[in-house]
């Protein structure tokens, strides 16, 4: 385990003092109570004016567009964890995944298939897929840009202004995909105050590594630039004996450039941004492998050795076994995670006087290469039965958003309309000696090939090969076009109302390609529906490289907002809002689609600050009733084991939330949150 010199305060007193590098296997995750404690109660010496300061910041009242308009975080009524940028620092919260220390329930990973991807989850609702026929459930924003896939949003927190985790549905401003909440991410801009620089370094044990660094010039009256870069470096803890690098490794960057004009009426902001990650991930277990004798099948798959049949041999990998994952591993092949994401935002604000427009465009690519699906192993002396799985994926992304919001004595209101285009190309490879393929279908979807010498059909052994290895791709584009507009009453000084609706529409074609290296249509794949041939009893063709399906959804998503300001310091509120995620396509060979998701959301809650202001305590009850809840389940398609996204007709989830904050002293300061959740499925019948 790697360890570095890690305070896990949630407040740090001396917020100059040097930040530790962040390690993601020395954090303390709970789910239920993250309790934090000014350095002081560690015996740390700190002068006094440093930690009143520190204590200070801790009941800073950050400002939000939660709802699409600047409000103080304590007077929104949504459940809502707002960090400034001085927190993010006196917290020591480095990157993304550090926001569940302090968010209830809420949590964040790396992707296990893809690491430079994240895996967000809020209130038990989240997805792991990141494939283009399926989108996350948690909607991940950057200066007001949908993030449509995982890859490239492990971000760290250098030069941000602060961050918003909304929970519960945010479709109404927010759009598809909110149906338990949102992260929202936003970057200091340029400023024309003064030049600002700013250097951060950070070290540890295991190669870790990481720096900061951002510059701010104004260029005249009207304009100014800003640049910011960091990176992580970290070795990995599992050698190649074969080439002498480490697996497990982090190697990342994020450069951002913007340049601002900010005008008696008219703010826009350019900005271009990268982020790229040349990573050697944890490779999959090698658990699947057969005997010399090639009519006996063990391990997980089952598999007869080809190289026992055919006596051919590949000297790629000697030392894996049935049961155990490998340290050392021996492979020359490409096994890394590769990602380079680039992105191009304007924004645009213009100000009418009773009116303000704004206006957001952004076109984002994303290029991405995982080699460490795993393998197959056949034995017999240095046998290689399948390579590395090789996937490839290439996104481009399009949104453009536009709203008009005004707001008078007693009346705030926004309306507006966005739309959204997406396409996405992915590839999945396996190469099987290259010219011969054999693998049982019962090992796993990708593995799918009921032919070749030695290989299987229903069981049977086959005695011919029929084709060599085989490579799927998908090709999916999506689309989505929304219309949007909430208004705020304030009824009287006590009470204001929210009433809201978003109109969405959702087209999805998704074209599933497979085929032999060779670039021939594979004959053993056919789309749904279509006729096909029967060679012999059990051997059906029908010579098909492509397959196409679309499907469209449209939903109205309203959200109605009661709120109580019983007093200067204490706030209550209720709401009802409904949640809708699109309906997509499974990737397996019949590409069956599943319907959209919708959650009924009941909330009730209340803010307040106590105590003269030394306490805060913010508490949500919250009740969704699901219907169609996507689901991901294990089962078997065509005699082949598969993961599978499907509906659940109907299905409950309650809980609490319960975030506080109290200053014991002048130098001390206690914060705690508390999340709990129960779920039920009412109706669930797996097809």
């Not at 009143?52 to 809502?80: L, M, N, W, Y």
């Not at 929304?482 to 929210?498: G, H, I, P, R, Y």
Request: hydrophobic share 35%; glycine share 10%; net charge negative.
């Amino acid at each position: 385990m790697r360890s570095v010199d890690h305070i896990s305060a949630g407040v740090r007193p001396d917020a100059s003092a040097e930040q530790p590098i962040h390690s993601s296997n020395s954090r303390v995750k709970t789910s239920l109570l993250w309790v934090a404690v000014a350095a002081a109660s560690l015996g740390i010496s700190v002068p006094t004016s440093a930690q009143s300061d520190a204590a200070d910041r801790i009941f800073e009242e950050v400002v939000v567009t939660a709802r699409q308009r600047e409000e103080k975080a304590q007077t929104v009524p949504i459940p809502i964890t707002a960090l400034s940028s001085e927190q993010l620092v006196t917290r020591n919260l480095m990157e993304i995944r550090d926001l569940e220390k302090l968010s209830p329930n809420t949590s964040i990973d790396y992707s296990s298939v893809n690491g430079n991807a994240i895996q967000v989850f809020i209130r038990g609702i989240g997805q792991t897929n990141w494939s283009g026929t399926q989108d996350p459930k948690i909607g991940m924003y950057v200066d007001g840009v949908y993030l449509s896939r995982p890859q490239g949003a492990l971000v760290d927190f250098n030069d941000v202004e602060r961050v918003e985790v909304l929970r519960g549905p945010q479709g109404t401003l927010f759009g598809r995909n909110t149906t338990a909440g949102l992260i929202h991410i936003i970057n200091n801009r340029p400023s024309t105050d003064g030049f600002e620089s700013d250097i951060t370094l950070g070290a540890g044990n295991d190669g870790q590594s990481n720096y900061g660094l951002v510059v701010n010039a104004p260029l005249g009256e009207n304009w100014a630039a800003r640049l910011s870069l960091s990176g992580q470096q970290a070795d990995g803890v599992i050698t190649n004996s074969v080439t002498g690098k480490d697996r497990g490794n982090e190697d990342s960057t994020n450069t951002r450039f913007a340049l601002r004009y900010q005008g008696e009426k008219l703010d826009a902001l350019l900005t271009y941004s990268n982020f790229e990650a040349d990573e050697r991930g944890p490779l999959g277990s090698c658990e699947w492998y057969a005997t010399d004798d090639p009519f006996v099948a063990l391990g997980r798959g089952g598999l007869l050795s080809l190289a026992t049949i055919f006596g051919t041999f590949n000297s790629h990998r000697t030392n894996c076994e049935a049961t155990t994952r490998d340290v050392s591993i021996d492979t020359t092949n490409d096994e890394n995670i590769r990602a380079d994401v680039d992105n191009v935002v304007l924004n645009l604000s213009y100000d009418f006087g009773p009116m303000t427009f704004d206006s957001i465009t952004s076109k984002r690519d994303i290029e991405h290469f995982n080699g460490t699906w795993g393998w197959v192993m056949g034995n017999g002396p240095g046998s290689n039965m399948l390579e590395i799985l090789n996937n490839y994926g290439d996104t481009e992304a399009m949104s453009q958003e536009i709203r008009l919001s005004g707001v008078s004595d007693s009346v705030e209101w926004v309306v507006g309309a966005y739309w959204f285009e997406e396409e996405t190309y992915e590839s999945l490879d396996v190469p099987l000696f290259r010219d011969v393929m054999a693998p049982d279908p019962a090992v796993w979807p990708f593995f799918y090939a009921p032919d070749g010498a030695g290989g299987t059909l229903g069981g049977a052994a086959l005695g011919a090969q029929l084709y060599g290895s085989r490579s799927q791709a998908y090709d999916v584009i999506n689309e989505n076009q929304a219309f949007f507009a909430e208004v705020t009453f304030s009824l009287n000084e006590q009470w204001d109302l929210t009433v809201g609706a978003r109109r969405t529409s959702d087209d999805r074609d998704f074209t599933r390609i497979q085929s032999l290296f060779n670039g021939q249509p594979d004959p053993f794949y056919f789309c749904p529906g279509m006729p096909s041939v029967e060679l012999a009893p059990g051997v059906v063709v029908a010579g098909s490289d492509r397959c196409r399906q679309t499907v469209s959804y449209s939903k109205t998503t309203p959200r109605i907002i009661a709120s109580y300001q019983a007093s200067d310091d204490v706030m209550f509120y209720g709401s009802y809002s409904l949640g809708y995620s699109s309906g997509g396509f499974n990737q397996d060979t019949r590409m069956r689609p599943y319907l959209p998701e919708t959650a009924d959301n009941y909330e009730f809650g209340m803010k307040s600050d106590l105590l003269d202001g030394r306490m805060r305590f913010n508490a949500t009850v919250f009740h969704n009733e699901y219907k169609n809840q996507q689901l991901t389940v294990g089962r078997l398609v065509d005699g082949q084991p598969t993961a599978d996204l499907i509906n659940a007709q109907q299905a409950t989830l309650s809980g609490v939330e319960i975030e506080t904050m109290a200053r014991l002293t002048d130098s001390l300061t206690f914060s705690a949150t508390m999340g709990y959740i129960r779920g039920d499925y009412d109706e669930f019948t797996v097809i």
